[in-house]
């Protein structure tokens, strides 16, 4: 598929959304995000693709945040319209597991994308942080709610109203992602977490994320039972039965995701 903001690319088993206007820092426009939400409808229906990878093009920023020049001029009728928040629940809900490969600035709405990805890994280079309220405004595309789940509120509180960037390693540290290592092994290290994922049970995968991201938003009782629940339906599947019967003949599984 080819876009003007966006390059979109499937090597094997691996689906590539790179946000690419390195002139603007990949500032993240409308365009680009519904742009996105297509690329996201594509590698949907592809059965190959068991992983999607977010990045940005050059070496600089991963997404530097929203295009000021549109949000200068956004009214708060417009706010309501479509907009990131819709598009980083999307990428939050999608059936497949996302890594955000961080390679370099992911600033306000840049970090909110990064954040709705099941897994953050970034290169020592990179600078996170939603400076919004130096604008007058606030992280509104999830921010407040995704950073405060990973990182715990006392850290999000810090991070939301001083408005600070801080470093990939801190980022590691916090909890914020899950690994930071060098620039030139970014790629690698990323491909090397979406090569293991993809070796896994595709329902499996998709159940695990549903019960993950719905569970930590409900009770502990009504959480444990979607967990069950999503385990029975694992357990009537075609990948339960390859999966336990390869562990038992000691080969790897073929799974076919039914």
């Known amino acids: 598929m080819e876009f003007d903001n966006i390059l979109v690319k499937e090597e094997m088993e691996i689906g590539f959304i790179i946000i690419n206007r390195p002139e603007l820092r990949n500032a993240l426009n409308l365009e680009t995000l519904l742009e996105i939400e297509q690329a996201l409808d594509h590698l949907r229906i592809n059965q190959e693709i068991r992983v999607v990878i977010f990045t940005g093009a050059g070496e600089k920023s991963f997404a530097a945040g929203a295009d000021i020049s549109q949000l200068n001029k956004r009214t708060m009728i417009e706010a309501l319209g479509p907009n990131?928040?819709?598009?980083?629940?999307?990428?939050?809900?999608?059936?497949?597991?996302?890594?955000?490969?961080?390679?370099?600035?992911?600033?306000?709405?840049?970090?909110?994308?990064?954040?709705?990805?099941?897994?953050?890994?970034?290169?020592?280079?990179?600078?996170?942080?939603?400076?919004?309220?130096?604008?007058?405004?606030?992280?509104?595309?999830?921010?407040?709610?995704?950073?405060?789940?990973?990182?715990?509120?006392?850290?999000?509180?810090?991070?939301?109203?001083?408005?600070?960037?801080?470093?990939?390693?801190?980022?590691?540290?916090?909890?914020?992602?899950?690994?930071?290592?060098?620039?030139?092994?970014?790629?690698?290290?990323?491909?090397?977490?979406?090569?293991?994922?993809?070796?896994?049970?595709?329902?499996?995968?998709?159940?695990?994320?549903?019960?993950?991201?719905?569970?930590?938003?409900?009770?502990?009782?009504?959480a444990l039972y979607l967990e069950k629940l999503s385990q029975t339906i694992l357990m009537g599947s075609e990948d339960k039965g390859e999966g336990t019967q390869a562990f038992l003949e000691k080969r790897k599984p073929k799974f076919q995701g039914k």
Request: charged residues 25%; glycine residues 12%; neutral net charge.
């Open 84 to 222: 990131m928040t819709a598009t980083y629940r999307k990428i939050e809900e999608f059936e497949k597991p996302t890594i955000a490969a961080i390679n370099g600035f992911a600033l306000g709405g840049g970090l909110e994308l990064a954040l709705a990805c099941d897994i953050r890994i970034a290169s020592y280079n990179a600078k996170v942080g939603l400076p919004e309220v130096g604008l007058g405004i606030i992280p509104g595309a999830g921010g407040t709610q995704r950073l405060t789940r990973i990182v715990g509120k006392g850290k999000a509180m810090d991070l939301i109203l001083t408005g600070d960037i801080i470093t990939a390693e801190e980022a590691e540290r916090i909890g914020l992602i899950s690994k930071a290592v060098p620039l030139d092994e970014l790629m690698e290290k990323v491909k090397e977490y979406a090569n293991r994922i993809s070796l896994k049970g595709p329902l499996a995968l998709r159940l695990a994320k549903a019960a993950v991201n719905h569970g930590a938003d409900i009770g502990m009782e009504t």
